[in-house]
Nanobody
Framework: QADLVESGGGVVQPGGSLRLSCTIRSTFTIAFKGWYRQAPGKERELVASWNGARRSANYSESVQGRFTISTDKSKNTMFLQMDSLKPEDTAVYYC?????????WGQGTQVTVSS
């Protein structure tokens, strides 16, 4: 059994910051793959992908320079630091992990950017 447990969402004013966390709780190996988001009425979209072997990230053009992925292997946790938030960043954010053949998703955490 495997769970990806997310936390850190909330309401923030434009220009503010939030840090999302995603912790893997599993009896087998799951690799972090990145963060996605889904705004109301829109499809889920990739925010940032993570390559654990290279410890490198790629970001969507809309968040490049504002969002940063990091990981804490000792805590089996991946973070998404979000700075200079904009109203268009409002969405439910999901972390993604992959096992040998299956994809796993966090439960989602709501991020609302509003004045």
């Amino acid at each position: 059994q495997a769970d990806l447990v997310e936390s850190g969402g909330g309401v923030v004013q434009p220009g503010g910051s939030l840090r999302l966390s995603c912790t893997i709780r599993s009896t087998f190996t799951i690799a972090f793959k990145g963060w996605y988001r889904q705004a109301p009425g829109k499809e889920r979209e990739l925010v940032a992908s993570w390559n654990g072997a290279r410890r490198s990230a790629n970001y969507s053009e809309s968040v490049q320079g504002r969002f940063t992925i990091s990981t804490d292997k000792s805590k089996n946790t991946m973070f998404l630091q979000m700075d200079s938030l904009k109203p268009e960043d409002t969405a439910v954010y999901y972390c993604k992990g992959m096992g040998t053949s299956l994809t796993y998703w966090g439960q989602g955490t709501q991020v609302t950017v509003s004045s």
